[in-house]
């Protein structure tokens, strides 16, 4: 068989990125912010739970769906939400 000599021309494809969405619920104040903006909808309000100030909190519905756009962390008026990269072999 011949060998062939031909280079890729585009770089081999890099890991998928996940993203992990850390909320910290005492600290949020339910303003809705972060679900409303969310383009995928990872995010909803916990209407059955209540944080330590009596207030319901975002938590994420869907979270293997988190794009890593870091709209939520940017919008949050508490600082509550982060969300970091993980590697994925
Ligand atoms: S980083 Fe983007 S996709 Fe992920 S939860 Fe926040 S707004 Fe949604
Ligand atoms: S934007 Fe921040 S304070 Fe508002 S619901 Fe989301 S996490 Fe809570």
Not at 10 to 27: F, T, W
Not at 35 to 63: G, Q, W
């Amino acid at each position: 068989m011949l060998k062939s000599s031909r280079k890729p021309i585009l770089a081999p494809p890099q890991a998928e990125k996940e993203y992990s969405v850390r909320i910290y619920p005492d600290q949020c104040d339910g303003c809705e912010l972060c679900v409303e903006f969310c383009p995928v909808d990872v995010l909803e309000i916990d209407l059955e739970s209540y944080n330590s100030r009596m207030l319901h909190y975002a938590k994420t519905a869907k979270p293997d769906d988190c794009v890593g756009c870091k709209q939520c962390e940017r919008l949050c008026p508490t600082a509550s939400i982060f969300i970091s990269e993980k590697e994925v072999s």
